[in-house]
């Protein structure tokens, strides 16, 4: 019998950005069971498809229309999708169906909803996502929203996916009183090489236009907000002997966070560190990672990162701020940096012979091969969803 699967809190697929749309891309494009049937939410104004219902990677693809109602909107768009996803089980009488939320924003209004889906037998999966009541970008209440939703969110949850053991444990320990049923199921990375080379146009025009060598820059790849420990990786790289650049791929706006960097650090003066806004085109960006001589990561809240996965899968050195949440991902393959010590990693891995740091590349790539590679991810994820937990 079809187990039907309606997916909330992805922004939609067709994507290739984001960590929850790229998932929901890749699990519906890969999916190997006959025996799964998914409906997945799609937000109107993003959709490239504008129509209430249509078809891709064989998936069930609902438009949900979400009033422009400012921090609130993802929120009403989650509960939006389960209205759709609710009102589309009742009439066509669908029994047993799981609804998989991805994050915590709807935690106040999960409690009405779980009590529909219970009159059809049907489950509710969470994924956690990462510990987003602890991001510097949120005011003090906005905080306390989400540390109120996730635990309304695992109140009511029948299982709670989660992307990272370290968010698992934390999920365990901090609910323990509703005794969560959890289960771990890593997020994915693609372990094919760029299929751009060198001479290739777009290729000289993005490494001409920055003033980028080939295998003589550092690469930061990720959101720009400060726990994702940029003054201290501008500062360690500003003060380490290195001669190479500082690529940094990033959404900056010269918003109060990049001024105060600019006024705490002086970078502008510091000709090796290179803002170069977002690269869109998933190739050259795979291609700009293979080329880097090492990769920064400093993200400190949250599972696991997609960009971390990325990076481990292609660059060849990978220096990673020394949390639970990277070292449980990088493990042997990766080098770990202390908040105080990054120019001295910085200077060391300066001295590295090839041979030594084509150990690591091996270790990384192998790393990313034996656990995080999509075909695991999402035979994982089919297991669960066809009662395998």
């Known amino acids: 019998m079809t187990k039907n699967v309606f997916i909330i809190g992805a922004k939609g697929i067709p994507a290739n950005y984001g960590g929850f749309e790229s998932f929901v891309e890749q699990l519906t494009a890969r999916k190997e069971s006959q025996d799964i049937h998914y409906y997945v939410a799609c937000r109107r104004d993003l959709s490239e498809n504008k129509a209430d219902i249509f078809e891709y990677n064989d998936a069930t693809c609902f438009n949900v229309d979400v009033p422009d109602v400012g921090p609130a909107k993802a929120i009403l768009y989650d509960v939006n999708a389960f209205k759709w996803t609710m009102k589309y089980v009742k009439e066509n009488n669908i029994q047993n169906a799981i609804v998989y939320v991805l994050a915590c924003r709807m935690g106040p209004f999960v409690k009405h909803f779980k009590k529909q889906l219970q009159q059809y037998n049907g489950t509710l999966f969470v994924n956690p996502d990462g510990h987003e009541w602890l991001r510097a970008k949120w005011s003090v209440p906005v905080r306390k929203y989400w540390k109120y939703s996730e635990r309304l969110?695992?109140?009511?949850?029948?299982?709670?996916?989660?992307?990272?053991?370290?968010?698992?444990?934390?999920?365990?320990?901090?609910?323990?009183?509703?005794?969560?049923?959890?289960?771990?199921?890593?997020?994915?990375?693609?372990?094919?090489?760029?299929?751009?080379?060198?001479?290739?146009?777009?290729?000289?025009?993005?490494?001409?236009?920055?003033?980028?060598?080939?295998?003589?820059?550092?690469?930061?790849?990720?959101?720009?907000?400060?726990?994702?420990?940029?003054?201290?990786?501008?500062?360690?790289?500003?003060?380490?002997?290195?001669?190479?650049?500082?690529?940094?791929?990033?959404?900056?706006?010269?918003?109060?966070?990049?001024?105060?960097?600019?006024?705490?650090?002086?970078?502008?003066?510091?000709?090796?560190?290179?803002?170069?806004?977002?690269?869109?085109?998933?190739?050259?960006?795979?291609?700009?990672?293979?080329?880097?001589?090492?990769?920064?990561?400093?993200?400190?809240?949250?599972?696991?990162?997609?960009?971390?996965?990325?990076?481990?899968?292609?660059?060849?050195?990978?220096?990673?701020?020394?949390?639970?949440?990277?070292?449980?991902?990088?493990?042997?393959?990766?080098?770990?940096?202390?908040?105080?010590?990054?120019?001295?990693?910085?200077?060391?891995?300066?001295?590295?012979?090839?041979?030594?740091?084509?150990?690591?590349?091996?270790?990384?790539?192998?790393?990313?091969?034996?656990?995080?590679s999509w075909h695991k991810i999402v035979t994982d994820y089919e297991k669960v969803f066809n009662g395998g937990v």
């Open 153 to 372: 969110m695992v109140k009511h949850a029948d299982l709670l996916i989660c992307d990272s053991q370290n968010i698992e444990k934390y999920i365990q320990n901090d609910y323990k009183q509703y005794s969560p049923k959890t289960t771990y199921i890593a997020y994915g990375s693609d372990i094919v090489k760029s299929t751009l080379m060198d001479t290739d146009q777009v290729v000289t025009d993005w490494y001409t236009k920055h003033a980028v060598k080939l295998n003589n820059y550092y690469l930061i790849v990720g959101r720009f907000v400060p726990e994702n420990n940029y003054e201290t990786m501008i500062r360690e790289f500003m003060n380490s002997d290195t001669d190479k650049d500082l690529v940094i791929i990033s959404n900056v706006e010269k918003n109060k966070f990049y001024m105060d960097l600019q006024a705490k650090t002086n970078f502008e003066a510091d000709a090796r560190i290179k803002f170069v806004g977002t690269v869109y085109n998933a190739e050259l960006l795979k291609y700009i990672r293979e080329n880097a001589f090492a990769y920064l990561h400093g993200h400190e809240v949250g599972g696991t990162n997609p960009s971390l996965l990325e990076a481990l899968a292609a660059t060849q050195l990978n220096l990673l701020l020394d949390v639970g949440f990277n070292k449980e991902v990088g493990k042997d393959g990766a080098l770990y940096w202390k908040k105080d010590n990054l120019a001295r990693i910085i200077n060391k891995v300066e001295k590295l012979k090839m041979d030594e740091i084509e150990t690591f590349s091996q270790l990384s790539s192998k790393r990313i091969e034996d656990a995080f």
